[in-house]
């Protein structure tokens, strides 16, 4: 079974950053990915890697700011969040994908729990 489990959601303010982190416990899948959704808004793909190459997509709002990344060993995928804004605030979801194209973003299906992240303004 593949368990995603996030954490380090919290309180900033507009221009700080933030780093969250999902440790996977069973089977590492093709891809791993970050979603977040905010109040009354439909749950969107953040970012994305491909854990076999290493690729990364973004979604544009984040791009240049967010940065995805894998440590194997560790069995974590972390998202460094960057001069956070406002509108960046919402649940952040980890999620494990079946196949290799990442920016597929409803091929997710192995689902953490979210953790919050709130950026004043």
């Known amino acids: 079974q593949v368990q995603p489990v996030e954490s380090g959601g919290g309180s900033v303010m507009a221009g700080e950053s933030r780093r969250l982190s999902c440790f996977v416990s069973g089977q590492i899948l093709p891809c791993m990915g970050w979603f977040r959704q905010a109040p009354l808004k439909e749950r969107e793909g953040v970012a994305g890697?491909?854990?076999?190459?290493?690729?990364?997509i973004y979604v544009d709002s984040v791009k240049g700011r967010f940065r995805i990344s894998q440590d194997s060993a560790k069995r974590t995928f972390d998202l460094q969040m960057d001069s956070l804004k406002a509108e960046d605030s919402g649940i952040y979801y980890c999620?494990?994908?079946?196949?290799?194209?990442?920016?597929?973003?409803?091929?997710?299906?192995?689902w953490g729990q979210g953790t919050q992240v709130n950026v004043s303004s």
């Open positions: 999620a494990a994908g079946f196949h290799g194209d990442c920016g597929d973003w409803g091929q997710y299906y192995y």
């Open positions: 890697i491909n854990t076999r190459r290493g690729s990364t």
